[in-house]
């Protein structure tokens, strides 16, 4: 019932945090929340979360949203490698901070 879960990565890439946080918000639903539980593991290093980020591919090409990253203008071997959730919620305001 009641637990604790820590996601921690050794990264900056707001997709491998942020994005990953707000997705499994997004699909838990009321069963999950997020807290601050920086007094109960002062130990581990962190620093502040955001709610906005850029999406990028490996030519650091920009995509305002996934709509953009499908385009057929997109390599094939690209557009496979995104996903919704890369993206920053638009219908949700998670305290990703």
């Given amino acids: 019932e009641d637990g604790v879960m820590v996601y921690s990565t050794c ?3 707001p997709i491998e945090n942020e994005a990953v946080v707000a997705a499994l918000l ?3 639903g009321d069963s999950l929340e997020l807290l ?3 007094h109960l593991y002062p130990e581990i ?3 502040p979360g955001i ?3 850029k999406v990028f591919d490996d030519d650091m090409r920009y995509f ?3 709509e953009d990253s499908q385009h057929p203008s997109t390599p094939e071997k690209q557009r496979i490698c995104f ?3 890369m993206w920053p919620p638009k219908d949700h ?3 990703l901070e």
């Fill in 11 to 13: 990264t900056f890439n």
């Fill in 26 to 28: 997004e699909k838990c």
């Fill in 36 to 38: 601050d539980c920086s």
């Fill in 45 to 47: 290093d962190r620093r």
């Fill in 51 to 53: 709610s906005t980020w």
């Fill in 64 to 66: 305002p949203t996934y």
């Fill in 83 to 85: 996903r919704r959730t």
């Fill in 93 to 95: 305001t998670y305290p």
